[in-house]
């Protein structure tokens, strides 16, 4: 089998180390079969000896970032900037290839702000459980209709997509997001939730980002409380499904 790309741009060696395992936990991937690369490191086509080539990877995974597209560009860092610049790039190649990519969370924004799409935030929902309902397409989709039609999943992000991309597919949304997924093309999806945390998993990252907002202040025990008391079991097998489906 052809590995899959991961990747990540975490700079907390933790929080990316967990991402990482919970994501090759789900999948059912080994470390070869799950190559990662940290873009916050280095650029992509340095850390891989060239460009992206689909052809030696059965898919591509994007994992979720302390980064957020809305930031206004004077806030950004010059690591930011880089990195948002080469996934806008990479993004259009596997839209155009139709490649087979899963983008988690900073994934969505990654692919919302391509094609007319608009992602800011009027729809940021705090770190907890939703309840994700598929659409219709979601049900019929081959990657999602592994899930049932309505699922509690972990989510904590300050923007959202508030327009989705032209030719974009609503396959899942929630209450206050009202989208939690979509498809372009056949093969290019996008997740808000994380599919790949469970409950250990989001008290582990919360902990590890407890300065960064995505609390109230002085929420941070409340939050953990609600995160460990919640029951989200279904997200993990959207990861194996897209292995199964993929691999070649």
């Known amino acids: 089998m052809r590995p899959f790309l991961f990747l990540g741009t975490r700079a907390e060696d933790d929080a990316a180390d967990g991402e990482y395992d919970a994501m090759r936990r789900c999948a059912g991937l080994d470390e070869p079969g799950l190559r990662r690369v940290r873009l916050e490191r280095a650029p992509l086509e340095e850390q891989l000896g060239g460009p992206v080539d ?50 988690a969370c900073y994934g969505i924004g990654t692919l919302g702000s391509l094609r007319g799409g608009l992602v800011d935030r009027t729809h940021g929902e705090p770190v907890g459980a939703v309840d994700v309902r598929l659409s219709e397409a979601g049900v019929a989709d081959p990657l999602f209709g592994v899930l049932p039609a309505r699922f509690d999943a972990f989510v904590g992000h300050k923007e959202a997509v508030s327009r989705l991309p032209e030719g974009a597919v609503l396959l899942a949304g929630s209450a206050t997001c009202p989208v939690q997924a979509f498809r372009l093309g056949r ?30 202040p002085g929420g941070l025990d409340d939050a953990l409380a609600a995160a460990r008391a919640a029951t989200v079991s279904e997200p993990p097998r959207l990861l194996a499904r897209f292995v199964e489906l993929f691999a070649r």
Do not use: C, M
């Open 54 to 103: 689909p052809a030696d990877w059965s898919g591509i995974v994007l994992g979720g970032s302390p980064f957020n597209l809305s930031d206004p560009p004077e806030v950004k860092s010059a690591t930011q900037h880089r990195v948002e610049a080469e996934l806008r790039a990479l993004a259009l190649r596997v839209i155009g290839a139709d490649t087979p990519f899963l983008g």
């Open 187 to 216: 093969h290019v999806y996008a997740t808000q939730f994380h599919p790949e945390l469970d409950v250990d998993g989001l008290v582990h990252r919360l902990t590890i980002y407890r300065d960064h907002g995505y609390t109230a």
